[in-house]
């Protein structure tokens, strides 16, 4: 049984409260476009509800206190061999652990539905993925200070364009040339990391047609303000006209271009590629674009192979123990 909040519930939050409450958040966040950031969204309302359940009262009676006790006030009882009460004892331990009991579970719950690297199961609420439906594949490349956007499915690549169908999964997978950076979208779900040399993911989807803005939320030099990019939200319909404009506008990426395309820009303006370098963003992962680098997966492989060559634990006696 889910304890993330049922639709009667999420109706019932005034939007009021959460904009009082949140006040430093931009407003996409807590009103977002995309199951997983709704998701997200309520997470960060009902772990603020439960938490003010402590604060709230705290600071009630914090002020009740020193109104009521104050020097002026000759009727306020004073009890100077006073000392312990089971009852007020119970109350302040027993009401922050159930809060924390409550936090620990919804955070438990949420950490594992709404894990990143986990398929969708969902375009949206009671809305589970028709069948047909294939997720598609978004390969993110984090640049200085700019993104390169590969679609492996169309043959295609952008830069600082994003564009996706709506109520369609969506399968990111992230990585960086360089420094570390963090990919966000907020009106589709929370940040994710981007190393060089490493791969991370995110499933999310968009459930409205619509331009959202993404940028890089990890400071990463000179240029990470302008580091920002816009995402599409399509119909169907639209979503093939966009790639069919990209076709018909793109020029080739050759191993020049990117090389060109690699170096260091500010404020860079949208662009379309067609006919990419094969296997190209597999070389930017691993680290090998260059001619005659050795990829890190081979050179990781290799590793491997002479570890398991030299293994002291093959079968034969060494130092007078037997390997099992």
Same mark, same amino acid.
């Given at each position: 049984?889910?304890?993330?909040?049922?639709?009667?519930?999420? %109706? +019932?939050?005034?939007?009021?409260?959460?904009?009082?409450?949140?006040?430093?958040?931009?407003?996409?966040?807590?009103? &977002?476009?995309?199951?997983?950031?709704?998701?997200?969204?309520?997470? !960060?309302?009902?772990?603020?509800?439960?938490?003010?359940?402590?604060?709230?009262?705290?600071?009630?009676?914090?002020?009740?206190?020193?109104?009521? @006790?104050?020097?002026?006030?000759?009727? +306020?009882?004073?009890?100077? #061999?006073?000392?312990?009460?089971?009852?007020?004892?119970?109350?302040?331990?027993?009401? &922050?652990?159930? !809060?924390?009991?409550?936090?620990?579970?919804?955070?438990?719950?949420?950490? $594992?539905?709404?894990?990143?690297?986990?398929?969708?199961?969902?375009?949206?609420?009671?809305?589970?993925? &028709?069948?047909?439906? =294939?997720?598609?594949?978004?390969?993110?490349?984090?640049?200085?200070?700019?993104?390169?956007?590969? @679609? &492996?499915?169309?043959? !295609?690549?952008?830069?600082?364009?994003?564009?996706?169908?709506? #109520?369609?999964?969506?399968?990111?997978?992230?990585?960086?040339?360089?420094?570390?950076?963090?990919?966000? !979208?907020? +009106?589709?779900?929370?940040?994710?990391?981007?190393?060089?040399?490493?791969?991370?993911?995110?499933?999310?989807?968009?459930?409205?047609?619509?331009?959202? =803005?993404?940028?890089?939320?990890?400071?990463?030099?000179?240029?990470?303000?302008?580091?920002?990019?816009?995402?599409?939200?399509?119909?169907?319909?639209?979503?093939?006209?966009?790639?069919? %404009?990209?076709?018909?506008?793109?020029?080739?990426?050759?191993?020049?271009?990117?090389?060109?395309?690699?170096?260091?820009? =500010? @404020?860079?303006?949208?662009?379309?590629?067609?006919?990419?370098?094969?296997?190209? @963003?597999?070389?930017?992962?691993?680290?090998?674009? #260059?001619?005659?680098?050795?990829?890190?997966?081979?050179?990781?492989?290799?590793?491997?192979?002479?570890?398991? %060559? $030299?293994?002291?634990? #093959?079968? $034969?006696?060494?130092?007078?123990?037997?390997?099992?």
């Amino acid at each position: 049984m889910s304890i993330l909040p049922s639709p009667s519930l999420k %109706k +019932a939050l005034p939007l009021a409260a959460a904009a009082v409450l949140l006040p430093g958040c931009d407003w996409v966040v807590m009103s &977002p476009s995309g199951d997983i950031a709704a998701q997200q969204a309520d997470l !960060i309302i009902w772990a603020t509800i439960l938490m003010l359940l402590i604060v709230v009262p705290v600071i009630v009676m914090t002020l009740l206190f020193a109104w009521r @006790y104050r020097s002026s006030n000759r009727d +306020a009882t004073y009890s100077p #061999d006073w000392d312990h009460s089971t009852k007020l004892e119970l109350v302040i331990w027993a009401a &922050p652990l159930a !809060i924390i009991i409550a936090l620990g579970a919804l955070t438990w719950v949420s950490t $594992h539905k709404l894990d990143p690297y986990r398929p969708l199961e969902r375009i949206a609420e009671k809305q589970p993925i &028709p069948e047909g439906v =294939e997720t598609l594949v978004v390969e993110v490349v984090a640049m200085d200070w700019k993104w390169l956007f590969f @679609y &492996p499915e169309y043959g !295609i690549a952008t830069v600082n364009e994003l564009a996706a169908p709506v #109520d369609r999964p969506i399968q990111f997978k992230i990585t960086a040339t360089t420094m570390m950076n963090s990919f966000y !979208i907020p +009106a589709l779900a929370g940040q994710i990391y981007a190393m060089g040399g490493m791969e991370t993911q995110l499933h999310a989807v968009i459930n409205e047609v619509g331009s959202y =803005e993404g940028f890089s939320a990890n400071y990463s030099g000179a240029g990470f303000n302008g580091m920002r990019f816009t995402f599409l939200g399509k119909s169907e319909a639209k979503f093939d006209q966009w790639v069919a %404009k990209v076709r018909s506008e793109g020029e080739a990426l050759s191993y020049e271009t990117y090389k060109a395309l690699e170096k260091p820009s =500010e @404020y860079h303006p949208v662009a379309y590629y067609t006919d990419i370098m094969p296997e190209l @963003y597999d070389k930017i992962l691993n680290r090998c674009v #260059d001619p005659g680098t050795m990829c890190m997966k081979d050179m990781m492989a290799g590793h491997k192979g002479h570890a398991k %060559k $030299h293994s002291p634990f #093959d079968g $034969h006696e060494h130092h007078g123990h037997k390997a099992h």
